[in-house]
């Protein structure tokens, strides 16, 4: 065989067995290997593999000898399953071509048929694991509360709707940056909550605040735990949410399965023993590197000792019945002991073979630890996911997009009074509103037309005599498609009452006010009315105080005892002369005298004018 080109191989032996040969040459896989099928010997020219060479366009013939005379030879399988004939074509081919005999044929058959079962299921656990996380994805879009999820480095690696909702940033001003938003005063205990994620602490309800994008502090309490990988290495803290990271695993796994087929046994990525006896007399390199030993550790030692004490049973009874050739399953799993006593997974695949002209059990094996591990923490995150989706205390449904029912929480069905089989294949716009078709308001309807989730606020259902604010959530297939909906529902009935209780208490406080107000209002006017009076007077007052000091200015003050004679009525002064009444006044007064006369004197002194007065 020349550098660079394909092997040119041709078969002897034509049966069914050839026939599934041929079929696993020309698949796409193994056309890697670069082996190009040149001739196809057999004494049988109706056998299947014998026509299917022929349908192909291949040489056949039915002397195997012929095939030597083909150009170029590099290699001949022999798949009649006779020793002797295997034996001639080694003594009789040429020294440059290579031989396959049936037990090494059987082996490389073995091997593709295990690598292809093992990616079928890879591929299964592949796809379960993208429908779990699409299952999380889709509840943490519609999760009322703000997500956030960091690398070890402190980088955001995810935010959900509700967190730019709250903090005003969206996912892509921060994805793969570190968020500065904690105030100086609260590094203290956000250090602390660094701290404990990166110990692998889970912890909730843990006070701080928070900056929003517009500078806005807000008191925040936060949740947290550490996400890992299927290793259990740490990578990354989850603040509500926790973030699979397995895609990358898968698809190197994926590689990795596919070398597989790129060599044969000693190069091969499987571990290929034979068992006789109940001895490994033959094991390659791989078989050696899954239990940890070397090769020649290996060589003689019990097959039990390579297999969990509580599989023993098992592998031991299908060992015995394949050598006898009884009927057993072509491949299971078990649990294998490697050098250190740790315990592993393995896939077994044997066949019965005669190997140094005894039975015995060529074996092909494939370590799945690392799967069953991977379909563990995918039965683990499906426990996870139930336990979130039955804890929620807000309602929480999945219905598709015909509006049937296909899950709904614990929550729910005990609003509702049902138990699970009664729910599930309901219509939600029947169970919930009492409705014989999807309402206006529905917001499975706005999210059908516009593909994003769509909100109905404070929707008050009747059936159940409570408000509820419903948000409904998108759910995609790989093509883009909406496929059904996640529906939450919140009770906001005390809030509604709360606040239709505050409306009556501002209604009355309003209207106490506005009487309050008239009161005041008249008992104003009337304390104005009695100061302006009050004012009135006391202007009043101060005039008549005014003309009274004006008054008494302008007299003269008489004071002390008085000298007045007893007949003529005349005063004595402080000089001693004797003064005429009127006079000693007026001097000492500012009295001035007009005279006239009284009734008694003029009666005395002018009688006759008091009678000419009565005559009158």
């Given at each position: 065989m020349?550098?660079?080109?394909?092997?040119?191989?041709?078969?002897?032996?034509?049966?069914?067995?050839?026939?599934?040969?041929?079929?696993?040459?020309?698949?796409?896989?193994?056309?890697?290997l670069r082996m190009k099928l040149i001739g196809l010997a057999c004494t049988r020219p109706t056998a299947v593999g014998y026509r299917y060479a022929q349908e192909k366009g291949i040489h056949t013939t039915r002397d195997y000898r012929d095939l030597y005379r083909l150009e170029d030879l590099d290699m001949i399988i022999e798949l009649t399953g006779r020793d002797d004939v295997a034996n001639e074509i080694a003594r009789t081919k040429a020294e440059h071509v290579r031989l396959m005999d049936h037990v090494a044929a059987r082996l490389f058959w073995d091997i593709f048929q295990l690598g292809e079962e093992n990616i079928r299921e890879r591929k299964r656990a592949e796809e379960e694991l993208r429908d779990s996380e699409e299952r999380y994805r889709t509840v943490l879009e519609a999760s009322p509360d703000p997500v956030v999820a960091y690398d070890m480095d402190g980088k955001v690696t995810y935010t959900n709707p509700s967190f730019t909702k709250v903090f005003g940033w969206d996912a892509a001003e921060l994805s793969?940056?570190?968020?500065?938003?904690?105030?100086?005063?609260?590094?203290?205990e956000t250090k602390g909550m660094i701290d404990r994620v990166l110990a692998g602490e889970t912890f909730?309800?843990?006070?701080?605040?928070?900056?929003?994008?517009?500078?806005?502090?807000?008191?925040?309490?936060?949740?947290?735990?550490?996400?890992?990988?299927?290793?259990?290495?740490p990578v990354g803290s989850v603040h509500v949410v926790r973030d699979i990271t397995e895609q990358r695993r898968t698809e190197e796994a994926v590689r990795e399965s596919e070398k597989k087929y790129s060599s044969l046994v000693e190069n091969s990525l499987t571990g290929i023993y034979i068992d006789q006896d109940g001895r490994i007399v033959f094991a390659n390199t791989r078989?050696?590197?899954?239990?940890?030993?070397?090769?020649?550790?290996?060589?003689?030692?019990?097959?039990?000792?390579?297999?969990?004490?509580?599989d023993r049973v098992l592998t031991d009874e299908i060992r015995t019945k394949r050598v006898k050739g009884e009927e057993v399953p072509l491949e299971y799993e078990a649990r294998g002991l490697t050098k250190e006593g740790e315990t592993i997974w393995i896939t077994r695949r044997n066949t019965r073979v005669s190997y140094g002209g005894k039975p015995a059990i060529l074996g092909n094996i494939v370590e799945i630890t690392e799967r069953k591990q991977a379909e563990k923490a995918?039965?683990?995150?499906?426990?996870?996911?139930?336990?979130?989706?039955?804890?929620?205390?807000?309602?929480?449904?999945?219905?598709d997009k015909d509006y049937t029912i296909k899950r709904m929480n614990d929550t729910a069905l005990k609003l509702f009074g049902k138990i699970k089989e009664e729910v599930i294949g309901e219509k939600c716009y029947r169970l919930i509103h009492s409705m014989d078709k999807p309402g206006e308001f529905c917001p499975f309807r706005k999210t059908l037309k516009t593909g994003k989730p769509a909100l109905a606020v404070d929707r008050y259902e009747k059936a159940l005599d409570k408000y509820f604010s419903i948000k409904s959530s998108p759910i995609f297939n790989d093509l883009g498609e909406i496929t059904g909906f996640v529906d939450?529902?919140?009770?906001?009935?005390?809030?509604?009452?709360a606040e239709e209780a505050l409306q009556r208490a501002h209604e009355k406080l309003e209207i106490r006010v506005q009487e309050r107000t008239a009161g005041l209002t008249k008992a104003n006017k009337a304390l104005h009315a009695e100061i302006m009076e009050r004012k009135r007077m006391e202007e009043?007052?101060?005039?008549?105080i005014c003309e009274l000091r004006e008054?008494?200015?302008?007299?003269?003050?008489?004071?002390?005892?008085?000298?007045?004679?007893?007949?003529?009525?005349?005063?004595?002064?402080?000089?001693?002369?004797?003064?005429?009444?009127?006079?000693?006044?007026?001097?000492?007064?500012?009295?001035?005298?007009?005279?006239?006369?009284?009734?008694?004197c003029r009666k005395k002194l002018y009688p006759e004018l008091n009678d000419s007065h009565h005559n009158h």
């Open positions: 020349r550098k660079g080109e394909a092997l040119n191989v041709a078969i002897v032996g034509g049966g069914p067995g050839c026939k599934g040969f041929l079929d696993m040459m020309f698949t796409e896989k193994l056309s890697r793969g940056k570190k968020m500065d938003y904690v105030p100086h005063e609260n590094w203290p909730s309800g843990v006070t701080s605040r928070r900056y929003t994008k517009e500078g806005k502090i807000l008191d925040v309490s936060i949740s947290a735990a550490t996400h890992v990988n299927h290793e259990g290495v078989f050696a590197e899954i239990y940890g030993y070397s090769r020649d550790e290996l060589m003689d030692i019990e097959s039990w000792r390579l297999v969990y004490p509580e995918l039965r683990e995150s499906e426990e996870d996911w139930r336990k979130s989706f039955n804890s929620l205390e807000d309602i929480m449904l999945i219905v939450l529902m919140r009770d906001v009935t005390e809030r509604k009452q009043e007052r101060e005039r008549l008054a008494l200015a302008k007299v003269k003050t008489l004071s002390g005892l008085l000298p007045i004679c007893a007949s003529c009525k005349k005063i004595r002064d402080d000089k001693g002369y004797w003064n005429q009444i009127e006079a000693f006044i007026r001097d000492h007064s500012e009295a001035e005298f007009s005279h006239s006369i009284c009734p008694e």
